[in-house]
């Protein structure tokens, strides 16, 4: 290897704390976001596609990333959104993917002391500096100018539609506006799956803006950061409770909840993976799930009932109220990546507006 070559793969994760480790890297540039890791050992494509990521860095304890390729078809947004990704060994397949999207990534670097130090301390912020110009301060500085997760205010328009968009025009099904605070794309497959009228809009509608999509259901998506950025979402689940059904998954639960009179918090490192385990208070069963999420519901108000809870931990993963026809998840139903045991979601949450599927889904078709 020439000296040219070594430099081409030198690479600093800035640690908060002081921390500088070395590593290799795999695409170049310089990234600072929010530490998180996600114990998925598959999806790599769909977690990296996940809008939920935006403004983090992204790590990955199982050791291996992109042994089955990249494909297209997995993606759940058009671009990957972690500012940087970081991993025991990716493969080229991910390596020359992510340089194509310009998202630093680095490996060959102890992910196993980076992933129990997250847990130890909880998510920290971080520094990267990678390719033939990085050095620790590199790192360092790209560390000292990160912003705290709450702080990234307008961080819905980093991931929202611009304007809105309809699909499935003619469906049968009933007409659902989805507020896109940074939306999976599986969601709205999942809607389309069942023959709904999906009109996606962005993250800041005004109630004027519904009004002239004439829903029978509102449905607040996933998103990335706090939820208590996402002031216009809850303005309009303040607006339509008891006069539509409302619907929510992730950060729509969480939005949702402050809406309606709870509240939310940051959780230490939070919940990413696919083995989450979570129990449904009403009927005992526990399914596994997918999850990717920073912020929990505290507290859920007096309005809704907290229907399931994680296993692991007592957080809330479900809240509902039969009376006002509201239905969350904190965990994702869409399962993209699996498992696909809580799809019948969405069949619950389109039975709200009165509309009977077939039910018995295993896995929605991608739009993207
Ligand atoms: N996947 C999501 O919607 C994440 C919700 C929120 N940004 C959190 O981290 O808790």
Redesign the pocket.
């Known amino acids: 290897m020439t000296d040219a070559a070594a430099d081409d793969r030198t690479a600093y994760v800035a640690i908060e704390g002081g921390r500088v480790v070395e590593a290799r890297s795999r695409a170049p540039g310089r990234a600072r976001g929010e530490l998180v890791f996600t114990t998925a050992y598959t999806g790599y494509e769909e977690s990296l596609t996940?809008p939920?990521y935006e403004e983090q860095i992204l790590t990955f304890s199982y050791p291996l990333i992109g042994n089955y390729g990249v494909r297209e078809e997995r993606f759940e947004s058009e671009r990957v959104h972690p500012r940087g990704v970081v991993a025991r060994e990716l493969t080229d397949d991910v390596a020359d993917w992510l340089t194509e999207e310009g998202v630093p990534a680095v490996d060959h670097l102890d992910t196993r002391d980076l992933v129990t130090g997250i847990r130890e301390e909880g998510a920290m912020e971080c520094g990267i500096a990678a390719g033939p110009d990085a050095t620790p301060e590199v790192a360092r500085e790209e560390l000292e100018r990160c912003v705290a997760?709450s702080d990234h205010t307008d961080i819905g328009e980093q991931v929202s539609v611009p304007g809105r968009e309809t699909h499935n025009p003619d469906g049968d099904g009933p007409r659902v506006g989805l507020i896109d605070?940074?939306a999976?794309g599986s969601i709205v497959s999942s809607l389309l799956e069942r023959d709904a009228v999906v009109d996606v809009v962005p993250y800041d509608a005004t109630v004027a803006d519904i009004e002239r999509t004439d829903p029978d259901l509102l449905f607040i998506?996933?998103?990335?950061?706090?939820?208590e950025n996402f002031e216009a979402a809850a303005a309009l689940v303040d607006e339509y409770v008891g006069s539509l059904p409302i619907a929510g998954?992730?950060?729509?639960q969480?939005v949702v909840a402050n809406a309606l009179g709870g509240s939310?918090e940051?959780?230490e490192f939070?919940h990413r993976g696919v083995n989450q385990p979570v129990r449904d208070l009403r009927t005992n069963r526990v399914v596994m799930t997918t999850?990717?999420?920073?912020?929990?519901v505290a507290e859920p108000g007096d309005r809704l009932e907290v229907t399931q809870v994680n296993v692991n931990d007592d957080t809330p993963e479900g809240l509902e109220s039969d009376d006002l026809d509201v239905i969350t998840r904190?965990y994702?139903p869409e399962a993209n990546p699996g498992p696909n045991d809580s799809l019948d979601f969405f069949d619950d949450v389109l039975e709200l507006a009165g509309y009977e599927t077939e039910r018995g889904a295993t896995g929605a078709p991608k739009t993207t």
């Open positions: 996940d939920s997760m605070c940074g999976k998506s996933n998103g990335p950061g706090d939820p998954i992730c950060l729509g969480q939310t940051k959780m939070g999850q990717n999420h920073g912020y929990t904190q994702h």
